[in-house]
């Protein structure tokens, strides 16, 4: 891919995003992930963007302290800009060569400021802490730092556990408060819910009236997830649906621009290259807006700027097409393959009682391989699917028929009678999903390269009232047909 929208660096992966909003530029921190082996040290390293579509490399902006370092790895935190102009770091040193008192790779918070813009760093080792009474000394991370106008005082937010509880029910986001940046004392843990292993790259920011908990869910479901308040104390509330996306992106942290949040993940690649690998640590940074709405609740979707990128249309299949299954399945396809990278957008009508319907991407001639987006309204969720899905022998009950879906891919949506938006944006491996601008499903597509685009339904009826294809400016464009004996009847 041509890294629009998305960004990679060349024979590396994207962790951890630290994300500084200024004067209309967004600096993008992140956690450069060579996976070599050995290891070598993990430094910060930085690309700045305007539109959120393209982005600059800066290089590296703290590196690795060495392999006698505390901070061999340089690993999650966050920035902040002080009264007299000068730019704060905060984040995690860690080195599997440094013990704590449990026996586990301590993690210490570490501090670093610059007076040039950010473009170097001096390092603050005195400053340097470890966890608190009462916290394991082997998970105590990702520092958050903001200012509390109301206290006048800076409160650091960090990723901790519990000396004691049930091994998985530890996680607590613990804190710290300071008046001059350079010296923490110990505060009531911000948030204790007893759930979850740890909560991950924490962050805290007001939006209106709200105020809004941003969190990593380590380790049940590997997601990011959001939790809102009246105040900064709490209580915190849990909506409905407190997602943001699914098992594919994670440690998500946002900044704001001319009142818009943003929130800047990355997309997880899988062992092999393979839809059957296991998921990956760190991969494609992608970008996702959320929108409030009037009960305080979030939405989130693809950022405009990355929509528009894909600005070449063409209607793929009729729009008026319905297809009547009441008992059965029926679909329509493209008559052509869909380019590498797209942007479909999919309204259909969908009638009540309806099971299932949705869309086919890379998909062959007859519709039976490739890729499934699945809405199912009865089950009020999106789902991603494949065929053919993991053999695990030769036998026929050997094949992973049993598993209904990729079931770390689902993602909860009221789909009612009447008509839903599906849109998907493609990009080489990268999917990202999004139904009724609200609710974003991110995956990978690996073992299907190429193919045809189609619509679907299962024991229902639905009626395409729009599905069109959008190209990328620069991208080579096969016109998309749709097949007019495959199924479909216009009405």
Not at 334 to 342: H, N
Request: net charge negative; aromatic share 12%.
């Amino acid at each position: 891919m041509d890294q629009r929208g998305f960004y990679q660096p060349n024979g590396a992966w994207v962790g951890d995003v630290i994300p500084w909003q200024e004067d209309g530029v967004f600096h993008l921190f992140y956690l450069h992930e060579t996976r070599q082996v050995p290891k070598e040290g993990m430094p910060w390293r930085r690309v700045v963007t305007e539109n959120l579509v393209d982005f600059r490399e800066a290089g590296e902006a703290i590196s690795s302290g060495g392999p006698s370092a505390a901070d061999f790895n340089v690993y999650t935190g966050s920035i902040v800009l002080a009264g007299d102009g000068t730019h704060h770091a905060f984040y995690t040193g860690q080195n599997p060569a440094k013990a704590g008192d449990d026996g586990l790779p301590l993690q210490v918070v570490m501090h670093a400021t610059s007076d040039d813009g950010m473009h170097s760093w001096q390092r603050h080792p005195s400053d340097t802490f470890g966890a608190t009474a009462g916290y394991e000394t082997a998970d105590w991370r990702d520092p958050f730092v903001f200012w509390d106008e109301d206290a006048q005082l800076w409160r650091m937010l960090i990723t901790a556990r519990h000396v004691d509880g049930p091994a998985r029910r530890r996680g607590v986001i613990a804190q710290c408060t300071s008046r001059d940046l350079s010296s923490w004392e110990p505060a009531p843990p911000f948030w204790d819910p007893r759930r979850y292993l740890a909560h991950e790259c924490p962050e805290v920011f007001k939006w209106g009236e709200w105020w809004y908990l941003v969190f990593s869910e380590f380790s049940d479901a590997f997601t990011t997830r959001y939790r809102m308040s009246r105040s900064l104390h709490g209580p915190w509330i849990v909506p409905e649906h407190d997602t943001i996306d699914g098992r594919a992106f994670y440690a998500a942290k946002s900044a704001a621009r001319d009142g818009r949040r943003l929130f800047f993940g990355w997309i997880a690649s899988r062992e092999g290259a393979d839809d059957a690998g296991a998921w990956q640590w760190a991969g494609t940074m992608s970008v996702l807006e959320a929108e409030q709405r009037h009960d305080g609740t979030l939405a989130f979707h693809p950022a405009d700027e990355l929509r528009e990128a894909f600005s070449r249309p063409g209607e793929a299949i009729a729009s008026g097409t319905t297809l009547h299954a009441p008992d059965g399945y029926r679909d329509v396809l493209t008559l052509g393959d869909a380019p590498s990278s797209f942007r479909l957008r999919a309204r259909l009508e969908i009638d009540e009682g309806t099971s299932e319907c949705g869309v086919l991407l890379r998909a062959s001639a007859d519709g039976d391989e490739g890729y499934v987006l699945r809405l199912e309204p009865k089950r009020g969720r999106l789902v991603f699917d494949r065929w053919p899905r993991q053999s695990t022998g030769t036998e026929q009950w050997q094949i992973s028929g049993d598993v209904p879906f990729a079931v770390e891919l689902e993602r909860p949506c009221r789909l009612d009678a009447g008509e839903h938006e599906l849109e998907v944006i493609v990009d080489g491996d990268l999917c990202v999903a999004t139904v009724d601008n609200a609710t974003v499903l991110s995956t990978r597509l690996y073992d299907f390269a190429s193919g045809r685009l189609g619509v679907f339904v299962g024991e229902g009826a639905v009626t395409v009232t729009e599905f069109s294809v959008f190209a990328r400016d620069d991208a080579e464009v096969t016109p998309l047909d749709a097949a007019d004996d495959l199924f479909a009847t216009a009405t």
